[in-house]
């Protein structure tokens, strides 16, 4: 029963963030609202739930979102995985120490869709002007800080 009521819950999550939140002007920047969903999955789930309810999500996510085929799928099965992993050094009842570990799931998932769109990007040289204007731009900072 609660294997539905997970599915039910993602489904609608699914639902609101391809529909109801791009017409949203506030939420341009949104992060992934499964993401969460997944962590909590992957903590406090047993593997026999957990692994097809992530599929599915991931697949309804994939079929929905109009990203690259097979992005979510991958995204949500190596962040899956790395929760189950980690879940065994965690104390999963201390709530201030899973939020971080999901705020750091959150930025490492953005970090994986923007380095696969950044690799099918037109421009082959993105990975050059970034890594060039990372440290122009922290010296230019630091040199204010000093001043």
């Known amino acids: 029963m609660i294997f539905f009521f997970y599915l039910l819950a993602g489904t609608f999550l699914i639902l609101l963030q391809t529909t109801l939140l791009p017409e949203i002007p506030a939420s341009a920047t949104f992060y992934d609202l499964l993401t969460p969903v997944v962590i909590h999955i992957s903590v406090y789930r047993p593997l ?15 079929g929905l979102s109009g990203g690259p085929p097979g992005l979510y799928v991958s995204l949500y099965v190596w962040l899956y995985l790395a929760m189950r992993y980690l879940r065994q050094f965690l104390h999963v009842g201390n709530l201030v120490l899973l939020s971080l570990v999901a705020v750091a799931g959150v930025g490492l998932e953005g970090l994986a869709f923007f380095s696969l769109i950044g690799l099918q990007s037109p421009i082959s040289q993105i990975w050059l002007v970034a890594a060039h204007t990372i440290p122009v731009s922290y010296t230019h900072l630091r040199a204010h800080e000093t001043s």
């Open 48 to 62: 026999r739930e957990g692994v097809p309810l992530v599929l599915l999500l991931a697949a309804g996510m994939d």
